[in-house]
């Protein structure tokens, strides 16, 4: 009888579920020097739909296309934070708006991915908890993408084809209506 009741309960509730697809506002890569080599981050901002705010998020993914690179092998990592700064597209730099140089941003990590450039599999995010922070916050001022400190803390030669996969991003929300 229980589990009847939990899985009408599951049925009902994907049954109110929704999803919803948005893509990118703002793309805009920085470049500057990290100890001693020239690196990129790339910042993201995209707009949270009222229904998602005014709705239980059950989760958030930023999908893009593989980041390829031709005649070579290699793995790395992308690594996003949550912007603590507001930044404008047509003025922000490795310096402007910023107090640290390569972006403010906070100290704990949002999402993580490990990817070979010649993968074939979309890259998958997992920004739940940035846009939950967002819903209870009202505060999105997007977020950073770079590698880890241990991989260079920014993008080498995978910077431009990084940014022309995400002119095809889309963040995807999965999300239930609250009902009054």
């Known amino acids: 009888m229980k589990r009847v009741a ?18 990118l506002d703002a793309i805009a890569p920085i470049s500057g020097r990290v100890r001693g080599a020239e690196r990129t981050r790339i910042l993201f901002a ?3 739909p009222n229904r998602v705010r005014q709705s239980r ?3 958030a993914q930023l999908q893009f296309p593989p980041v390829q690179i031709r005649d070579t092998s290699y793995y790395f990592t992308i690594e996003g934070y949550l912007l603590t700064t507001p930044w404008n597209i047509r ?5 402007r708006p910023w107090r640290n140089p390569g972006g403010d941003f906070d ?18 995010l997992d920004i739940t908890q940035a846009v939950k922070k967002w819903q209870e916050s009202g ?12 991989e260079g803390d920014g993008f080498g030669i995978e910077a431009l084809p990084l940014r022309q996969v995400l002119n095809s991003a889309r963040v995807r929300f999965y999300f239930t209506p609250v009902q009054e």
């Not at 999105?140 to 241990?150: A, F, Q, S």
């Open 107 to 124: 100290s704990c990590r949002i999402c993580r991915f490990t990817t070979a450039v010649t993968d074939s599999h979309p890259v998958v």
């Open 6 to 23: 939990v899985f009408l309960m599951l049925v009902i509730t994907s049954l109110l579920a929704d999803t919803l697809t948005v893509r």
């Open 46 to 48: 995209f707009t949270l």
């Open 57 to 59: 998020i059950d989760f």
């Open 139 to 150: 505060n999105n001022l997007g977020l950073i993408l770079k590698r880890p400190e241990y």
């Open 91 to 95: 003025s922000v730099t490795w310096t």
